[in-house]
């Protein structure tokens, strides 16, 4: 098992460990075009000729005719039907790296930070002469706190 320190870093290992025959080697047509670059049909929509490229160096991807580009991890998740974490976590298994031992954010796409809970009402209940007794505070997402007033304040 390789350790690693962050997402980051074990995305590299992942992308220095993977052979692009593993990612890529399954689309059809596939030419080397230049230094590290190939391009092949796109599987992601009726591709008559090479308008999908990628590098063996990076592991990115282009299509050319719009379907997008990314990342090796956003291409397995857009053809396995993944999410970027579900596909992590199936590369880290197969090629024996150990998941970061780290709360880091996955560059923002994951554990993104919980709402901060706004007030949406205050309900003041007052007594017989108007005098208010407590006053509940309701939030967004659903909680309710209550205030008591303490008599003399
Ligand atoms: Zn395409």
Redesign the pocket.
Known sequence: MIQTTGWQSYKDELINRINWRDVYGHLTGIREYGDERYSAQ????S?GEN??AFSNKTMKWK?F???GSGSMFDFIGRVEGKSHIEVLTQLGEKYGIAKPDTNNTLSGEQNAPLKAKSVVAEYVYTDEVGKPKHKEIRYEPKTFRQERYIDGE
């Open positions: 796109c599987p992601f929509h591709d308008s999908f299509c005719a719009g379907c």
